[in-house]
């Protein structure tokens, strides 16, 4: 079975400055994939980043970037140069390599401060 | 391109009572799924259809849910009847053939059962 782990409940950054958000996950499948979605108050979720488990490289997009250590199971979420936008729930999500399903974890709620 | 379209946004009703939520996912996408967010936490795969055949729906409360996809487009979510530990976000999301990384969310339908 999989499982994803989010810690933070809740987390301030002030504007402009950097976040990292905790993601740590336990599978017992060799090919997975790691997924970011962010969910603004008005419900929709967001696809922000994904790794593969064989990705060498840590992935990243724009301001986004995924902090992957396999060996500790984890995939923090990296948010650079946090805006007021940036205000709102954030899920890490696993899928099993190859599937369709995801697997979401319980979500950190994040404020961007002035 | 539009998103993916869900309604109500909003639905209250009193336990006992049906309910049904529709979903249109974006167009060419064959893979549709429906997720059950409860407060406070990630969404729950409910059902999974590839085209018109639901591939996964081993969390599907048979007794009172069931969910269609007439000719592989539009589906249908169901509850009859409803309790109040239905209350929760139902999310719609639809994506383009196995293995493709990203799911596509809709804004999601808030039930609420008094």
């Known amino acids: 079975a999989q499982k994803i782990t989010q810690t933070q409940p809740g987390m301030f950054v002030q504007e402009k400055e950097a976040v990292t958000l905790d993601c740590t996950y336990d599978?017992?499948?060799?090919?997975?994939?790691l997924f970011w979605y962010k969910q603004p108050s008005s419900g929709e979720m967001i696809f922000l980043i994904y790794?593969?488990?064989?990705?060498?490289q840590n992935a990243t997009e724009g301001r986004y970037s995924l902090n992957f250590q396999k060996a500790r199971k984890s995939a923090n979420l990296v948010i650079s140069a946090s805006q007021l936008g940036d205000s709102a729930m954030y899920f890490c999500?696993?899928?099993?390599?190859?599937?369709?399903?995801?697997?979401f974890g319980t979500g950190t709620q994040l404020k961007v401060e002035l | 391109e539009a998103g993916v379209v869900q309604s109500p946004r909003y639905k209250i009703i009193e336990k006992k009572q049906p309910v049904a939520f529709w979903c249109n996912p974006i167009?060419?996408?064959?893979?549709l799924y429906w997720y059950r967010q409860n407060l406070g936490q990630g969404p729950e795969l409910l059902i999974r259809?590839?085209?018109?055949?639901?591939?996964?729906d081993s969390q599907l409360p048979k007794d009172r849910f069931s969910a269609e996809r007439l000719k592989g487009v539009d589906s249908t979510l169901k509850i009859q009847p409803a309790e109040l530990g239905d209350s929760a976000v139902y999310l719609c999301?639809?994506?383009?053939?196995?293995?493709?990384?990203?799911?596509?969310f809709g804004p999601g339908t808030r039930l609420t059962v008094t």
């Open positions: 999500a696993m899928k099993r390599g190859g599937g369709n399903k995801l697997t």
């Open positions: 167009s060419g996408h064959n893979t």
């Open positions: 259809y590839e085209n018109e055949e639901a591939v996964d």
């Open positions: 999301a639809s994506s383009q053939g196995q293995g493709i990384i990203e799911q596509y």
């Open positions: 599978t017992s499948d060799p090919s997975y994939g």
């Open positions: 790794q593969g488990s064989y990705d060498q």
